[in-house]
T-cell receptor, first 112, second 113 residues
Framework: GDSVTQMEGPVTLSEEAFLTINCTYTATGYPSLFWYVQYPGEGLQLLLKATKADDKGSNKGFEATYRKETTSFHLEKGSVQVSDSAVYFC???????????FGKGTMLLVSP | DTAVSQTPKYLVTQMGNDKSIKCEQNLGHDTMYWYKQDSKKFLKIMFSYNNKELIINETVPNRFSPKSPDKAHLNLHINSLELGDSAVYFCASSQSQPNSPLHFGNGTRLTVT
């Protein structure tokens, strides 16, 4: 079945550091890929998405590029802020009912 | 506000009790979901309803029974609660088109003592 693997956390960075959170997927066909963010005490929010190979999703300074050749969708941000501290989930869907397969989540902690 | 709202936010109860969690969305979506998030933040889908019909029913004990009275509501009833049911339960909704993102509620933290 489909699966999503993302790097274990926590990832601990200082403010203004460069962020990469790795994500790889296995799926039949051509899934759509998503990054969701969960701030403390809240539900998940869509951060960005890409629906086909070589698409780049971007939002709030975060970017991820759909790489079919490496089956990856790594999340990057050039300069993190304390307010980016959250849990980040990579997800894929290959279903008409948008059923998402989530990775295990990566906690990001940014210190001033 | 347009949103997915679920109640209660916190639920503390004893083993063996029966409890319900309610979810409502006013986004006009036709598909709703229940996810369970464990203490390690791992998210697992439990159920999905499209236009009030059950379309996904993962391997979940039959003590868990979802009910969708209409497209905008999906409630979760849990019988004979067990310690292992302690988790955060998230309701979500989406349109049924491919690639439609999910919109999540803020979760219900269930603690079974």
């Amino acid at each position: 079945g489909d699966s999503v693997t993302q790097m274990e956390g926590p990832v601990t960075l200082s403010e203004e550091a460069f962020l990469t959170i790795n994500c790889t997927y296995t799926a039949t066909g051509y899934p759509s890929l998503f990054w969701y963010v969960q701030y403390p005490g809240e539900g998940l929010q869509l951060l960005l998405k890409a629906t086909k190979a070589d698409d780049k999703g971007s939002n709030k300074g975060f970017e991820a590029t759909y790489r079919k050749e490496t089956t990856s969708f790594h999340l990057e941000k050039g300069s993190v802020q304390v307010s980016d501290s959250a849990v980040y989930f990579c997800a894929s869907t290959n279903s008409g009912y948008s059923t998402l397969t989530f990775g295990k989540g990566t906690m990001l902690l940014v210190s001033p | 506000d347009t949103a997915v709202s679920q109640t209660p936010k916190y639920l503390v109860t004893q083993m063996g009790n029966d409890k319900s969690i309610k979810c409502e969305q006013n986004l006009g979506h036709d598909t709703m979901y229940w996810y369970k998030q464990d203490s390690k933040k791992f998210l697992k889908i439990m159920f999905s309803y499209n236009n009030k019909e059950l379309i996904i029913n993962e391997t979940v004990p039959n003590r868990f029974s979802p009910k969708s009275p209409d497209k905008a509501h999906l409630n979760l009833h849990i019988n004979s609660l067990e310690l292992g049911d302690s988790a955060v339960y998230f309701c979500a909704s989406s349109q049924s088109q491919p690639n439609s993102p999910l919109h999540f509620g803020n979760g219900t933290r269930l603690t079974v003592t």
